[in-house]
C-alpha cells in the first residue's frame, strides 16, 4: 500500500466543510480506490464516464489508472467526478454516522466499532473526509487499512507456498510411480513368460510320464518273448526312469510355486505404491481447497480491487460471513497460533476461547471451557489423545458442535468455521477435515 505522506499545498478541507475525493491528499486516493471501489464498480465508472479501459489492461494497470483519476484533474476531471458521487451515495450511510461525531474520541470509537465489526469501506470513506477529523485519528485509521491488508496476505502467502511444494512433491511421485509400473509390468510379462515355460515343460513331464506307465503296464502283461530276467532288467530300467521323470516333475512344480510366489509379491507392492499416489492425489486436493478458500476469504477482507508490490488493498463492504457473536473454542494448536485465530474470529463479529489442550492449562478446565462456547474446533496433528476424549465427552453432554481439523494451520481453521456454520458460497474454509 502506498505510504502516508502529508501535503501543505492540499489540505484535508477548509472553512469546516467536507472535502471531495480529489482534495484529500494524493497519498489517501490509492487506499480509498482499493478499499472502497470493487473492480466491477470501477469498469461501470469508466464506461459511463466514456473512459473504456483496454481488455488486456491488468487488475494492478486499472487501480494506477483510477488513483490517477481520483485527483480530478486534465482529462480525468470528469471521471473523478464520477468517483466522488458514487463513494457518497454508496457510503451515505456511512457519512451520516459519523457526522455528528465532533471530538477525536467520538471519531477514534466509531472507528474501532467498524474494525470490530468488519465494516471497513464506509466508516473509512466518511472519516477521510470528516471535516473535523483530527490527523491522529486518520492516521490510525490509515495504517489500520494498511496492516490489515499485510495480515491477510502474509497468511494466504504461507498456504500457496505449502500448495507448491505439494504440487513439486506430487509431481515427483508420478514420475517414480511410471517408473516403477514400467519396471513391474516388465518384471510381470518376464515371470509371465517363464510360468507359460515352466507349465510346457510339466505338460511335456506329464505326457511322457504317462507314455512310461503304459509302456510299464505293457511289459507286465506281456507274457511271451525273453526270458525272466530279460524282463525283470527292461521293467526295473523303466521304473528308474519313472523314476528320474518324478522328480524333475517335482522340481518344476517346486519352481512353479516360487514364481507364483514372487509374482504375487510384485503385485502387492505394485498396488502399495499405487495407494501411496491415490493418498498424495488426496492431500493435494485438500490443501488445494483450503487454499482457494483462503483466498475467497482474503478476497472478501480486503477488497477484489487488490494491487501489488507497494499498493495493498482492503475489504469490500462487509464479510459474507458473519459468526453473529458466537463463542468458538480452540483446543490445541500451537501458542503462536492463536492470536491470529483471534484476530480472524473477531473480525467475523464472534467471541474466541483458547485452551492448550494440557500443556500448561490443566485438561478438567475443559469441561468448564466447552460450555462457555458455541462451538469447539482442535486439529488432528497437535492435540492430546486424552484431550481429544474430554473434548467429544463434553460435547456430547452439553449439545456443543466440534469439528476435527486435518492440520492446525490458519486456513484449516478457516475452513472449519465455514463447516461449522454449513455455509455453500464464498466459504471461509472448505469441506470437513474428519469425520467428527
Given at each position: ?378 486439529p488432528a496433528d497437535c492435540v492430546s489423545h486424552e484431550a481429544t ?43 470437513p477435515d474428519a469425520a467428527h
Open positions: 500500500m502506498c505510504s502516508r505522506t502529508s501535503n501543505p499545498d492540499q489540505p484535508k478541507s477548509g472553512n469546516g466543510r467536507r472535502p471531495k475525493l480529489w482534495d484529500l491528499p494524493p497519498a489517501f486516493h490509492c487506499s480509498v480506490v482499493g478499499t472502497c471501489f470493487s473492480l466491477g464498480e470501477l469498469d461501470a465508472l469508466a464506461l459511463k464516464a466514456g473512459f473504456e479501459p483496454s481488455p488486456r489492461m491488468t487488475d494492478y494497470a486499472k487501480h494506477v489508472f483510477f488513483v490517477q483519476a481520483a485527483k480530478g484533474e486534465g482529462a480525468h476531471r470528469r471521471l473523478g467526478k464520477a468517483m466522488h458521487r458514487l463513494l457518497e451515495k454508496k457510503y451515505a450511510a456511512a457519512v451520516a454516522r459519523f457526522r455528528p461525531a465532533r471530538t477525536e474520541e467520538e471519531l477514534d470509537g466509531l472507528w474501532t466499532r467498524a474494525l470490530d465489526s468488519g465494516d471497513i469501506s464506509g466508516p473509512y470513506w466518511a472519516l477521510l473526509t470528516h471535516a473535523h477529523a483530527p490527523e491522529t485519528t486518520i492516521e490510525r485509521a490509515f495504517g489500520d487499512v494498511h496492516m490489515l491488508s499485510h495480515l491477510a496476505g502474509a497468511s494466504n502467502r504461507t498456504d500457496i507456498r505449502q500448495l507448491d511444494q505439494l504440487a513439486r512433491e506430487k509431481s515427483a511421485l508420478e514420475r517414480d510411480l511410471d517408473k516403477e509400473r514400467s519396471k513391474r509390468r516388465q518384471r510381470i510379462g518376464q515371470l509371465g513368460e517363464r510360468i507359460a515355460a515352466l507349465k510346457r515343460a510339466l505338460d511335456a513331464e506329464r505326457a511322457q510320464r504317462r507314455r512310461c506307465e503304459a509302456e510299464l503296464q505293457a511289459l507286465q502283461s506281456f507274457s511271451g518273448g525273453p526270458g525272466p530276467e530279460a524282463g525283470e532288467g527292461v521293467v526295473g530300467g523303466l521304473m528308474t526312469r519313472i523314476a528320474e521323470q518324478a522328480r524333475d516333475l517335482e522340481g518344476v512344480r517346486r519352481r512353479l510355486t516360487e514364481l507364483e510366489g514372487e509374482a504375487g509379491d510384485l503385485r502387492h507392492r505394485n498396488g502399495s505404491l499405487l495407494d501411496a499416489f491415490d493418498q498424495a492425489r488426496m492431500e493435494m486436493g485438500e490443501v488445494t481447497r483450503e487454499c482457494e478458500a483462503l483466498e475467497a476469504q482474503l478476497k472478501a477482507l480486503v477488497g477484489t480491487g487488490a494491487c501489488s508490490g507497494d499498493c495493498g488493498s482492503a475489504g469490500e463492504s462487509r464479510c459474507p460471513l458473519d459468526l453473529d457473536g458466537r463463542c468458538i473454542l480452540f483446543v490445541g494448536g500451537r501458542s503462536r497460533q492463536a492470536s491470529h485465530f483471534q484476530a480472524l474470529v473477531e473480525r467475523l463479529n464472534g467471541t474466541f476461547l483458547h485452551h492448550d489442550g494440557g500443556l500448561e492449562q490443566s485438561i478438567p478446565r475443559l469441561h468448564a471451557a466447552v460450555a462457555k462456547a458455541d462451538a469447539v474446533l482442535f476424549q474430554r473434548i467429544k465427552q463434553a460435547c456430547r453432554q452439553q449439545a456443543k458442535p466440534y469439528t476435527v481439523l486435518r492440520r492446525s494451520g490458519l486456513s484449516s481453521f478457516a475452513r472449519g468455521l465455514n463447516d461449522m456454520l454449513g455455509l455453500s458460497a464464498t466459504p471461509v474454509g472448505s469441506v
